[in-house]
Each structure stands twice: as C-alpha cells, then as structure tokens.
C-alpha cells in the first residue's frame, strides 16, 4: 500500500493529537485521570508534566520545580499539578515526583 501525502499529513495531526491535551476529550479519551497504567491519560499528563519540569535537574523542591514550568510557559494544567506539591519538599529524582503527584509508571522496560 502505497502513503499518500494526505495520509503522512493525517498521521502527524494524530501524533500532534496525542500529546495535546485539548485532545484528551476526543473518542476514547477522557479528562479523568484513572489509577491504570493503560490509561492514555496518566500516560500523556506525566509525559506532559515531564516535558517542562525534566531539565529542572534533581534534587529539586516543590517551589523550583512550579518556578522552572512558569518559566517555560507551561500549561495550565501542568502548573495545576505541580502547585498540589509542598513548595519545601525535596524531590531526589522524577520518580519521587512521580510518586508525589500519584503518576509513577509501575510499567518497566
């Protein structure tokens, strides 16, 4: 089967989809965050989340990592999870932020 340029276009629009939370709504998605790891929602709010907070570098407290977001213009929704951790509390590493925000991923390659 041959790609059209319609289907590469298409393609991108739904990898673009599927980091946009705007798009979370969209058939199969919803806005509820669920305890499953198979929950594109977890998945795609810590990746969110990592995306402007990962070259905050660790250790790093509550306060710093809300400082490091704003500074990157990051969504509201990020800065809405981060403003939920104590702005004195060390994180050693992303994992104990993901512990913190309850978005560890139990699923290890």
Known sequence: ???TPEDGAGQRIRERDELDPRSWDAPGRSTAVA???RDPDRRE???LIG???S???FPADGRRLVQFAVERDAPELVLEQLA??????SFETARDLWLALDLEAETRF
């Not at 939920?84 to 509390?89: I, V």
């Open 1 to 3: 089967m041959t790609q």
């Open 35 to 37: 305890d499953d790891e």
């Open 45 to 47: 709010l810590r990746a």
């Open 51 to 53: 995306q402007y907070v």
């Open 55 to 57: 070259l905050a570098g």
């Open 84 to 89: 939920t951790l104590e702005p004195d509390r």
